[in-house]
């Protein structure tokens, strides 16, 4: 008896203080910067103003900025010089559709990574993603500060 009431402790303990996390993550580590809209400025930042909203723009740490700040964010796009294939497998999402817009390709889906979304035609849509020569911007749930 004392032996199963030990190892329900144990058990116990370990969940009180251990963490997994399972879920897949965004791609933070391959961004090159990355663009936060916010209500308000975060001091230390580089941030224009838009109305009565902020584009805060993040260079190193943008994990770190993104888990500090995330219940204030209202939307963020992701800078990388990876080609969109890659990105799009990195997502894990679903592509609905695509357009050439002025020579970008512009891709809307959806992406269990990211819990935010808007409707477009009728769809969640969750992820843009703009090609355009060496970059690729990614934007959740859209691209919000422009190409």
């Known amino acids: 008896m004392k032996n199963l009431v030990a190892f329900l402790f144990l058990t116990v303990l370990l969940l009180v203080f251990c ?4 879920s897949p993550a965004l791609p933070f580590d ?16 580089d941030y224009v103003q838009n ?8 260079y190193s740490d943008i994990e770190r900025f993104y888990q500090k700040y995330s219940d204030q964010i209202k939307g963020f796009n992701l800078y990388f010089s990876e080609n969109v294939e890659q990105i799009i497998q990195t997502l894990s999402g679903q592509i609905y559709r695509s357009q050439d817009v002025e020579g970008m390709k512009i891709y809307y889906g959806y992406t269990n ?12 849509i ?9 970059q690729v911007i990614v934007g959740f749930p859209l691209i919000l500060t422009g190409f």
């Open 19 to 22: 963490y997994f996390d399972f």
């Open 30 to 45: 391959n961004a090159a910067r990355a663009s936060f809209v916010l209500e308000e400025k975060v001091e230390g930042y």
């Open 51 to 58: 109305g009565d909203e902020y584009i805060v723009e993040v």
């Open 113 to 124: 990574l990211y819990n935010d979304f808007r409707y477009v035609s009728g769809k969640k």
């Open 126 to 134: 969750n992820v843009q993603i703009a090609e355009q020569e060496k």
